[in-house]
């Protein structure tokens, strides 16, 4: 790694942890889609509020939502139009996440500032593909593609390991963008057998990127 990669890794490794250590426990197929109702969550994380507003066809978790010292954390589930047959929703295909860490590139206390530029060279080191991926085994995650769109980081990232939970897909994308002086992470999880392509969950992505930064007023 790069002298100046190595003096980034300490100010960048907490906002990519928020991102890596994602309540995927909670992404049970089987659960989802069930009282998945609010529009939005509206999340104090350290003084400052960052509003989640999921894409249309998504919405929150109430039981998902969490916030403390460390951030906080909303799951988004399929709430799509119901199959017909009794009223049960279709099967669900995908699931987004939206992590906040309590800092933001300008820098708090002794947090070095950043950038969505440092973000990506970042990601692609032994470092950042632990904690990008889900199985804590940097040799077996790849990152596929980053892309940098405006003032929001998309990072396509395979990882080979052991998954923490079973029928979720290898690839997935993630994004981060600043909000409110708050880093969001955000992620698309596919589920094996869903047909979910890696160009149609990059669109689901963005579009839950747009909805936030739609919903949180700048300036």
């Known amino acids: ?8 890794a300490p100010a960048l490794a907490p906002a990519l942890v928020a991102a890596g250590l994602l309540a995927l426990a909670a992404c049970d197929p089987a659960a989802m889609g069930q ?3 609010p529009s939005r969550a509206n999340l104090n994380v350290a003084g400052r509020v960052v509003t989640i507003a999921p894409p249309p066809g998504f919405c929150i978790d109430p039981d998902s939502v969490s916030s403390g010292a460390d951030g906080a954390f909303v799951l988004m589930s399929d709430c799509g139009p119901a199959d017909g047959t009794q009223g049960r929703r279709r099967p669900v295909g995908a699931a987004m996440t939206a992590s906040v860490s309590t ?8 947090t070095a500032a ?3 530029a440092d973000l990506q060279a970042f990601a692609d080191t032994r470092e950042g593909r632990t904690v990008l991926g889900r ?3 940097p040799e077996r995650v790849r990152i596929l593609n980053s892309q940098l769109r405006g003032d929001v980081l998309y990072v396509l990232v395979e990882d ?26 955000l992620s698309v999880l596919g589920f ?4 979910l392509g890696p160009q149609d969950a990059l669109d689901q992505l963005a579009a839950l990127a747009r909805a936030t930064q739609a919903a949180n007023p700048r300036g």
């Open 160 to 185: 080979r390991g052991a998954q923490p939970i079973a029928g979720i897909e290898r690839q997935f994308w993630r994004a981060f963008l600043e909000v409110n002086g708050r880093l969001v992470a």
């Open 103 to 110: 800092g933001g590139f300008a820098g708090e206390g002794d």
């Open 114 to 116: 950043g950038s969505l």
């Open 192 to 195: 094996e057998g869903a047909g």
């Open 35 to 37: 009282g998945a109702t």
């Open 135 to 137: 199985s804590g085994q």
């Open 1 to 8: 790694m790069p002298t100046s990669d190595r003096r980034r």
